[in-house]
């Protein structure tokens, strides 16, 4: 027999188990926790195996094994077998359209600039036009989401207002909602008006700080940009703004993101690791520092009854949401099975991280898709794929890492990236320790 991922926590003198396959916490007697503490996962267990880990009669360990079998812990064999999975047209939810690869920034840590085959140019509307119409007449789903994004999408604002025209007059019955990710720095009071008018979700990238946001985060003149960005998060409904930061070694902490994000009265913020910034054990150890610091904070605010600070750093809480609502993921993210990105060329990509990555073009606009080299990429982004993920606890919360990262370390999306798995298991299971210290009363004032 063998036994499906866990993770052992231990709280209070408590040991605790999570399973990844239903996503349930159980608390484990001593007996249990001797047993499941010596578990080698991945490899055939014999009822005698487990009589010599712990002393244990006949009796109670058919008890204990048909116990773990109730819970969903133990299956009778392991497949390899490859999962197949078809790109279907008429699923896509959403197109993401780099409208602009022309930017008016200079960022230090930005995976775009560094592509030697990048060409900077915006969007033509025949590209744009071209797109809209092949998602509206393919797709089959009553919401569709149109994301714009760059470089800076605002650079060809002219564009996208004519897109959000067209879009209205087209669409038929189908739900359209918007959105776009960008600096700020260009917002004008026209800009802001058509941007709260049409109530786009709004992403604005701002790390923390004066100082912090200003050490990455600069004009090609080396200047900063923080107060060009703050007074354009200002010209915006704060309720459509979400301040997505990223953190690296010696840039800003999710503590000071969440200052500035309650500073502007914008309610969420999300940080994301720039994975690739970390070159040394010291950059590891501080990125596991400010998450540390982070997971003790949002503890802090819960004992204090912030609940809606809590809620509002999703760095955190989206973590503490899995673990209380088991969903069986397929994927890390809707990459491919639910939305595609279109470049300046009209070129067709899994997500706009791979844009400008030659091998991971899907097809053209113009000429249609790639099917086969969609379900090739499909296949490769699948959780249930990945050798290195069965086995793994965390698995089911990280959904087989982000597939760009995957490629990036790994020059291929086949397998997680060794170097993200390392970080993202120890804060996985600082998380999982934060969920298990909050009272059930606790859990329902987060809405968990």
Not at 158 to 182: E, F, Q, R
Not at 270 to 280: D, M, P, R, S
Not at 327 to 338: G, P
Request: glycine share 4%; proline share 2%; aromatic share 10%.
């Amino acid at each position: 027999m063998y036994f499906y991922p866990y993770k052992i926590i231990e709280h209070n003198d408590t040991k605790y188990i999570y399973l990844s396959k239903t996503g349930a916490i159980y608390k484990l007697n001593k007996v249990d926790a001797k047993i499941l503490d010596n578990i080698k996962l991945g490899e055939n267990v014999l009822i005698n195996d487990i009589k010599l880990m712990v002393d244990i009669d006949d009796a109670e360990l058919c008890k204990c094994i048909q116990e773990y079998k109730k819970i969903g812990l133990i299956k009778e064999q392991i497949s390899n077998e490859k999962v197949k999975k078809y790109f279907d047209v008429s699923k896509l939810t959403g197109i993401m359209l780099m409208v602009s690869q022309i930017c008016n920034m200079d960022c230090d840590y930005c995976y775009f600039k560094s592509r030697s085959c990048q060409m900077e140019n915006v969007m033509s509307w025949h590209i744009a036009k071209k797109a809209v119409d092949e998602l509206l007449n393919k797709s089959k789903a009553s919401n569709i989401t149109i994301s714009f994004f760059g470089g800076e999408p605002l650079i060809n604002f002219n564009l996208i207002k004519n897109v959000v025209i067209y879009v209205k007059k087209v669409s038929g019955d189908k739900n359209i909602h918007l959105a776009m990710t960008t600096n700020a720095t260009l917002i004008t009071q026209e800009i802001a008006d058509f941007l709260n008018e049409n109530k786009f979700n709004i992403n604005v990238s701002l790390d923390g700080c004066e100082q912090k946001h200003n050490t990455h985060r600069k004009y090609k003149n080396g200047e900063g940009t923080y107060f060009d960005v703050v007074e354009g998060i200002k010209k915006i409904s704060p309720n459509l703004i979400t301040i997505r930061s990223t953190m690296t070694p010696n840039g800003t902490d999710i503590q000071d993101v969440l200052a500035e994000t309650e500073k502007r009265r914008v309610s969420d913020c999300f940080v994301a690791c720039a994975y690739e910034t970390i070159k040394t054990d010291d950059d590891y150890v501080s990125i596991i520092c400010k998450y540390q610091v982070a997971i003790d904070d949002f503890y802090e605010n819960v004992k204090n009854k912030n609940y809606d600070k809590c809620i509002g750093n999703r760095t955190i809480y989206n973590i503490l949401y899995r673990y209380a609502h088991f969903h069986s993921r397929e994927t890390y993210c809707d990459a491919l099975l639910w939305g595609v990105t279109v470049d300046i060329n009209g070129n067709i990509y899994p997500c706009h991280r791979f844009c400008n990555v030659t091998e991971t073009v899907l097809g053209n606009i113009n000429d249609g898709l790639n099917y086969n080299v969609c379900n090739k990429y499909i296949e490769s982004f699948l959780l249930k794929n990945k050798d290195k993920c069965k086995y793994c606890w965390a698995s089911n919360i990280c959904g087989g890492n982000c597939p760009y990262m995957n490629y990036l370390f790994n020059n291929h999306c086949e397998e997680p990236a060794e170097e993200v798995c390392r970080i993202n298991k120890i804060i996985f299971e600082k998380i999982l320790m934060l969920f298990i210290k909050l009272t059930p009363e606790e859990r329902k004032k987060l809405k968990l």
